[in-house]
Structure formats: C-alpha cells, structure tokens
C-alpha cells in the first residue's frame, strides 16, 4: 500500500501525456477503491472524444492482500491477488459531458488467484490443506452508471447495475501437508465433500466444478472451463482535467 501514490502519480503522468495535444477533450483520472479487497489496485482514465461520448480504461494492479477466510467452520488467512484490464464505450444519456446516466458496453480481463493454508478437520484430527486457486476469464457486459461531478473537476462515478457474460477457466489444488499418512477412504470422502460444501455455494456453475481426489498424494483438484455469468458494482473517483 505504500506504493498507491506513487502508483496514482505514475499513472498520472503518462495519461496528461498522451492526451496533450488534446486541448479541446476532456480527462479524468480516477481510482476505484473497491479493488483492494481483491488485491488489485485499479486505476483508470476516461476520454471525452466527443460530446457525451467517452472512451474508458481500468487498470487493476496485482498486489498480496491478506485475507481472513472461513473454511469447514475454521479461519484461515490466505493471499488473495488480482490483476484486470478493462475498456468500455460510454455515451451519457442526458444533455452535459461526462455528467449524469450513462451506458457503457465493456471487454474486461480478469486473472485472481489465492494462495494460502485451510484449517480443518479429517475424521476428527486437525489438518491443514495447502491451497492455490486461479481464476481467469474474458467477457463482455453493459454498465448502467450515474456519474456526478463536483466544483467542475471532481468526479465521482457509480457502477449501478452491470451484467456480464465471461468464458472463465478455474482450478484449485488442497493438498494435506499434515503428515505423511496415505489418506484412507473415509479421509477422502470428507475432504471430497468439504470441497463441494464450498462450491456448491458458487452461483449457477458451482455443480458443474469438476473434483478429483487423490488418496496417494492426499490432495483434492478442481477444475472449470466455460460460460460464467458476472455482475459489476462499485465506485470510482478521481480529477477531470
């Protein structure tokens, strides 16, 4: 975190560069907070081309941000770090520049992975599973948004309602470094159901996870290849120049 405004101020730079010789468009740079939780710090640009017509930019930057997690009634603390690109069109509804409702149609990239150690339980005896998860999906979505600017140069931008379609690949991987005891059957079923105690929560494609168990090597895999729905929400704000 002590490298935001260095960040803020890199970012900064490079965008009053490359727009200029623009002397007739507008620019805002923002920053969109929510970010943090995932591990990422998302920084972005807006570009008025035209009258209520803009071109946007997000940027999320990877960073480890530890994160307390609930598993199998255990907490765990696990690192968590996204990286996102995404680029939209924007038209403004109303009759101001960069003010009011707008829709913004977008392609976005997402990659976010957690790292960290589960606490739990296998037939009674405390274990831990070592764990990496990796997600990683391209999609396209509509934004419905309201924008506000303040004293001409202050913007605060609000995500409101944004459905997405992503074609998403994940993976994870629990490995029980515990001991060096072969797991049993009865072992491999409580870690198996474990797992998809978790996925089962995952909306609309939590079933269709695939799961392995591997008695030999005491570890439980997960895998996905295809369509997942997404919704964005949240806030940005940041200086229009």
């Known amino acids: 975190m002590k490298k935001l405004p ?5 970012f900064s730079l ?13 620019v805002a740079l923002k920053f969109a907070p929510a970010g943090l939780a995932a591990g990422k710090i998302t920084l972005g640009g807006e570009y008025n081309y035209k009258h209520r017509n803009s071109i946007t930019l997000l940027v999320g930057l990877p960073f480890d ?5 609930s598993f199998n009634g255990r907490n765990s603390d696990v690192a968590s770090k996204a990286f996102s690109i995404m680029a939209g ?10 003010n009011g409702f707008y829709l913004e149609p977008y392609l976005k990239y997402l990659k976010h992975e957690v790292n960290g150690p589960l606490n739990t339980d296998l037939q009674g005896q405390q274990v831990v599973f070592d764990t ?22 202050i913007v605060f931008d609000l995500f409101l309602i944004g459905p997405e379609a992503n074609s ?19 072992d491999a079923q409580e870690a198996e ?3 998809r105690e978790v996925l089962k929560d995952i909306p609309m494609v939590g079933s269709k996870i ?5 008695t030999e090597k005491k570890n439980v895999a997960t895998s996905f290849s295809g369509f997942a729905p997404g919704f964005r929400i949240g806030a940005s704000f940041g200086i229009r120049f």
Do not use: P
């Not at 941000?65 to 997690?69: F, G, L």
């Not at 069109?89 to 960069?98: D, E, I, P």
């Not at 990496?132 to 140069?153: D, N, P, R, W």
């Not at 695939?210 to 591997?214: A, G, I, L, P």
């Open 6 to 10: 260095t960040l803020i101020f890199l």
């Open 14 to 26: 490079i965008c009053s560069t490359v727009f200029a010789q623009q002397s007739n468009s507008l």
């Open 65 to 69: 941000k530890t994160q307390k997690i």
């Open 89 to 98: 069109y924007r038209h403004y509804l109303g009759r101001k520049t960069m």
């Open 132 to 153: 990496q998860t990796s997600y990683e999906g391209m999609g396209i979505g509509a934004q419905l948004g309201f924008q506000v600017l303040l004293a001409k140069f």
């Open 168 to 186: 998403a690949k994940f993976k994870s991987l629990s490995t029980d470094n515990t001991n060096n005891l072969r797991w049993d059957y009865a």
């Open 193 to 195: 159901q474990q797992i």
């Open 210 to 214: 695939e799961v392995k168990v591997n």
